[in-house]
């Protein structure tokens, strides 16, 4: 049975440094690709009042339960759908919302999952190891606990968790099978635990679970590629993330797209012909202030990276005319792509 909570207990993270980095107009087309408890979807309502658009989506069926009744009001601007943002293009092609000003990926869990008690995604509460956020999904923690060789799980638990005890993990958890319920596996870690940090011993073996079950690390790589397929020109791209895996993954992505020819260094001339896609807006990563994290201590461990999309959709621009052009373009404010790809055949004819 699915607890249903009240959606305001999440609390967005970086709400005001997002909508900054979206750029939020009046009028635009946004999706939230990690709608949760709709904090910062109502707000990209908000400020994209009147006329704004905005495409909610989660892989958690009660996120968009619980969050359709709380953007009641902007019924008329919203198209909720449950689906897992791997699927971003797909579902983008099948409601005609594409191309858009901006696309937000606010990673992890929402604080409606985290106190759901029956979702297994914390040891405060006994229950069973679910960690699915789309319960259709066939394969639960329990599963991957309870099915998976000694070896394999201590790759999860090191990949994914970073943790360096792994192995005595791993060993414990295959000993005591068959591994049932959250408080069983948080006692299980904190017996075969010699050393004691800051954090509680079975935090990190938590998140490796999560990641696994959820895909979370391959599905946020492929879903990056489509959402920069899917902005226009000048569309902003921000992702929120909250460990160092998906952080890794979202800084070399936008560095990579921001980055001309990514030829190895020893070769001599480049053979790749990468052009840049994106551009960076902050070059230093976005963390929160510390009265958010005094107000929300959730938020402590967030990181927001921005990227501008400075190709129009369907473009290569191999060329140096290419690239003149976006300039001129971008500082006169062009950004309709019917009226970008005009301007751009009379510049190359110039
Ligand atoms: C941190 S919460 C988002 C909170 C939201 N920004 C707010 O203000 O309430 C992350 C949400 O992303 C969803 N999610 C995580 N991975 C997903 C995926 N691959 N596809 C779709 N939704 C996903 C989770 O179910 C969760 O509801």
């Known amino acids: 049975m699915v607890t249903h909570r009240s959606a305001s207990s999440h609390t967005p993270v970086l709400l005001s440094e997002s909508l900054r980095a979206l750029s939020v107009q009046p009028g635009g087309r946004y999706i939230d690709c990690t709608l949760g408890g709709g904090g910062h979807a109502a707000s990209i309502l908000d400020h994209s009042s009147p006329g704004g658009q905005l495409l909610g989506i989660d892989a958690d069926p009660n996120a968009i339960e619980v969050t359709r009744e709380r953007l009641q009001k902007y019924k008329e601007s919203v198209l909720l759908v449950n ?122 073996t938590f998140q490796a679970l999560r990641i696994a079950v959820n895909h979370e690390l391959e599905y946020l790589e492929t879903s990056l590629k489509q959402a920069v397929d899917i902005l226009g020109f000048g569309g902003r791209l921000v992702v929120i993330t909250y460990h160092s895996l998906e952080d890794r993954i979202v800084k070399q992505f936008m560095q990579r797209e921001s980055r001309g020819c990514v030829c190895p260094p020893q070769t001599p001339i480049c053979i790749c012909h990468h052009t840049p896609r994106l551009k960076l807006i902050n070059r230093k990563v976005i963390t929160p202030s510390i009265t958010e994290v005094n107000l929300n201590p959730r938020s402590r461990s967030a990181k927001m990276r921005a990227a501008e999309r400075i190709t129009t959709p369907g473009d290569a621009y191999a060329t140096t005319e290419d690239h003149s052009f976006i300039t001129i373009a971008k500082s006169n404010g062009w950004r309709k792509p019917a009226l970008m790809k005009k301007i751009r055949m009379a510049f190359i004819a110039a």
């Open 83 to 204: 689906d897992n943002f791997v699927n971003l293009q797909a579902i983008c092609h099948k409601f005609d919302f594409s191309p858009v000003h901006g696309i937000l990926f606010d990673l992890g869990l929402s604080s409606l999952q985290l106190n759901g008690n029956n979702r297994g995604f914390s040891f405060q509460h006994d229950a069973p190891l679910d960690m699915r956020f789309n319960p259709k999904q066939k394969v639960t923690a329990a599963d991957i606990l309870n099915t998976t060789s000694e070896a394999r799980l201590a790759y999860l638990i090191k990949t994914y968790g970073e943790e360096s005890n792994c192995y005595r993990i791993a060993r414990s958890i295959v000993k005591e099978r068959p591994i049932e319920t959250t408080r069983q596996l948080a006692r299980l870690i904190e017996k075969a635990s010699i050393r004691r940090g800051k954090i509680h011993p079975a935090t990190k």
